[in-house]
């Protein structure tokens, strides 16, 4: 699961882990399945953002599916 060990390893590079960042990874493995699945069923109403890039690129994108 790199994707999720990616998202880890930025959170703990913030600081202090909150606390659904103390969870192990197989919560997250869930969410992310859980996510998928809704996404599967319904991809109009949900869209998906490569949050690998730079915070301000993800920002920008998310606001252009907003408008």
């Known amino acids: 699961m790199p994707q ?23 919560f997250f493995a869930k969410v992310r399945a859980g996510y998928e699945t809704l996404w599967q ?8 953002l490569d949050a690998t890039q730079n915070a301000d690129v993800v920002f920008e994108e998310a606001l252009q599916y907003l408008k």
């Open 4 to 26: 999720l060990n990616w998202g880890m390893t930025r959170a703990r590079k913030r600081g202090a882990l909150d606390h659904f960042e103390q969870e192990k990874l197989s």
């Open 41 to 48: 069923a319904e991809p109009e109403r949900m869209k998906r």
